[in-house]
């Protein structure tokens, strides 16, 4: 990513243009709460948002650029296996 599109507060980077796996989460976000629950179509937009915030997560958690955004991604596992035992 480049970094000179990072918005930065006294050299703390504090946003980024959002990477892939975000921009899928966001679609998934969209997709699910507009079509009708349990349809096919929510379905496969709830199961590209869990992989899309999985793999977020883990780069954000191993690669991200300060304190901040690597909480943001344990964060996310939270989301992730709150969501996984919620279906069980």
Same mark, same amino acid.
């Not at 480049?2 to 946003?15: A, C, E, H, M, P």
């Not at 349809?39 to 869990?50: G, K, P, Q, Y």
């Given at each position: 990513? !480049? +970094?000179? %599109? @990072?918005?930065?507060? #006294?050299?703390?980077?504090?946003?980024?243009?959002?990477?892939?796996?975000?921009?899928? &989460?966001?679609?998934?976000?969209?997709?699910?709460?507009?079509?009708?629950?349990?349809?096919?179509? !929510? +379905?496969? %937009? @709830?199961?590209?948002? #869990?992989?899309?915030?999985?793999?977020?997560?883990?780069?954000?958690?191993?690669?991200? &650029?300060?304190?901040?955004?690597r909480a943001m991604g344990?964060?996310?596992?939270?989301?992730?296996?709150? +969501?996984?035992?919620?279906?069980?």
């Amino acid at each position: 990513m !480049n +970094r000179k %599109s @990072d918005f930065k507060i #006294l050299g703390y980077t504090v946003g980024q243009v959002p990477n892939l796996p975000l921009i899928l &989460v966001l679609a998934a976000v969209i997709v699910e709460r507009s079509t009708e629950s349990g349809s096919l179509t !929510n +379905r496969v %937009s @709830d199961s590209i948002f #869990l992989m899309a915030l999985t793999i977020w997560s883990y780069l954000e958690t191993f690669q991200g &650029v300060n304190l901040l955004r690597r909480a943001m991604g344990v964060a996310g596992f939270f989301i992730v296996g709150a +969501r996984l035992i919620g279906e069980l």
